[in-house]
């Protein structure tokens, strides 16, 4: 079985500010959230653990599966928005509206790194580790999980980009036959 986990919540979280790669820790509220998630993955064995190298995820997936150190993968690390890093979301650029009321027909504004960028590099990700070991955990961000779910099931036509996936969500799936099985969130978390 595969985990994969979005970060607790930061500081920048809470302010509704745009994050993407600014490197910012767990806040309390994030500590609690990833706490939580953590009981309900007590009973899980990893064989692998997996982590974007930004401290939220890191964080995150320690708390999850405490005395493991994750395995670092850039390639799970939060969409690049370039110039829009840090922009506070409750007055974003027009630009930057647009583009997150439909990621499928607006190309990301310039300077932000293009969603199929996103899907090419999570799911190297996924073909390159999630195939050969069992109950595998990834912790990772809000786009970098969409990312995923959009290469897993391409089929989606773009739902997964408009999909609200809170902090410490979890989706499953797993590997059989030769396939991935289509993601689905662990107990409604999502």
Known sequence: MIYIVRHGQTELNSRRVLQGRSDHPLNRAGIAQAEEAALRLKDVSFSAVYSSPLKRAVQTAQILVPGRQPILDERLIEMDYGPYEEMDLSNP???????????????????????EQVILRT????????????????STHAIAMKGILEYLTPESGGRYWSTYIGNCAIYTLDYRDGAFTVPAPMGGSA
């Open 123 to 138: 799911g190297a990700f996924m073909e390159e580790h999630c195939r050969k070991q069992d109950h595998i955990l990834i």
């Open 93 to 115: 650029d027009p630009e930057v509206l647009a583009f997150f009321r439909d990621f499928v027909h607006r190309p990301a504004p310039a300077g932000m790194e293009p969603l």
